[in-house]
């Protein structure tokens, strides 16, 4: 060998050394980071894949770990009442440690570590998806489908995902299905508007995947009946559009001839307060800075959180409509029981304009049917 291979050799030799050194200063996720550098895309492990199957999951994991240098087993997984696999884990070899050997005393020899409390994993869930669609298009609400999955694998411990998880997979499912079907349509017509309407306004919110969650509109003639009618104002988001149950909003007002105007519409992903807090501020933009002195709203707590942030000026009042039908959902019991109780509730309610004389009303009301209730439960008792 000549003396150009040895000089060489010992070149690669301190590259070598320089490249370990380096390693050795980097945080563990810039470790992370280099191995993933140095392997392809689609073979990286990323939350929201989809797999056919538990054995193509393992594959694709173990197919990873074959790159980066270590080998996989599976892991924990968890079923349901009806012995079905609802999640499965595929961990490191080398994950937890060894238990203690009770015959420690007794062997000479023992067989060497091989576990040492490596935290590499990937965990998957099985057919919850699906489940999560069915609810969804039944049009069962999220927290509900969401603690019956839970009842079901004994907790939500056992779920494989938390609430937040749960919230994501269902925006981006509609935000895309959004893009795909509704999406070109509403901005057809939204610029077709516009052109027809140089006053005409609109504005989107996307999310941090640029899917469309959310969509205002007002036209000119909105505008105006907002500058002359829009001190009170009446947010309701009672309306739904489609299967998927995204709210449709309107701003409503009443005008000098008494009839309901509308002074601005929405499309909403959902009804959070962060949903609020845009559409409010976007409303404000619309009308020029203008603010109403007094909106109307249903008992929603997410609503009246982006009220108190974005209009703290603003008088916000409950909508006797809402009240009436929350009572009627609350008090169905009271409701079916005593015919009378629906006709004196809507007068109390309605037909009272006088602070005194809605009290006078209100208690007396409270007293013949709590009265009546107590007769009641006393002759059950007996």
Not at 79 to 89: E, F, L, P
Request: proline content about 2%.
């Amino acid at each position: 060998m000549d003396n150009d291979s040895y000089v060489s050799k010992d070149i690669n030799m301190s590259l070598e050394d320089e490249d370990k050194k380096d390693e050795g200063n980097l945080t563990g996720q810039e470790k992370i980071e280099a191995i993933h550098s140095k392997i392809l895309d689609e073979m990286i492990p990323k939350v929201g894949m989809e797999f056919k199957s538990e054995d193509e999951a393992y594959n694709f994991y173990n197919a990873y770990a074959y790159k980066v240098g270590f080998g996989i087993r599976r892991s924990k997984g968890h079923k349901d009442q009806s012995g079905k696999m609802k999640n499965r884990t595929f961990c490191c070899c080398c994950e937890g440690f060894r238990e203690k050997d009770k015959r420690n005393i007794n062997v000479k020899s023992h067989r060497a570590e091989t576990r040492f409390g490596c935290l590499a994993r990937m965990k998957i869930n099985l057919d919850q998806t699906a489940e999560i669609d069915i609810a969804d298009s039944s049009g069962i609400a999220p927290k509900a489908s969401l603690e019956l999955m839970a009842k079901r694998v004994g907790g939500y411990e056992n779920l494989g995902f938390i609430r937040d998880d749960y919230k994501n997979y269902l925006k981006t499912k509609r935000t895309i299905q959004m893009k795909v079907g509704e999406t070109g349509g509403v901005l057809e017509y939204l610029q077709s508007m516009q052109l027809e309407d140089p006053y005409f306004f609109y504005a989107i919110q996307v999310d941090q995947d640029d899917l469309i969650s959310n969509i205002f509109w007002a036209d000119a003639k909105m505008m105006i009946a907002y500058s002359h009618f829009g001190d009170v104002v009446s947010f309701d988001t009672t309306y739904r559009k489609n299967q998927s149950g995204r709210p449709f909003a309107m701003f409503l007002g009443v005008n000098h001839h008494k009839q309901t105007t509308i002074f601005g519409a929405a499309l909403l992903y959902d009804e959070s307060a962060e949903t609020f807090i845009w559409l409010f501020d976007t409303f404000v933009k619309a009308m020029s800075g203008k603010k109403p002195k007094t909106i109307l709203t249903d008992q929603d707590p997410a609503m009246a959180k982006a009220l108190t942030s974005q209009w703290p000026v603003t008088c916000h009042r409950l909508c006797i409509w809402h009240l009436y039908q929350n009572a009627a959902k609350h008090l169905s019991g009271v409701f079916a029981k005593f015919r009378e109780f629906a006709k004196d509730f809507s007068s109390c309610i309605y037909d009272y304009e006088e602070e005194q004389e809605f009290f006078l009303a209100w208690n007396a009301m409270l007293e013949k049917y709590v009265l009546k209730i107590m007769i009641g439960l006393y002759e059950c008792l007996i």
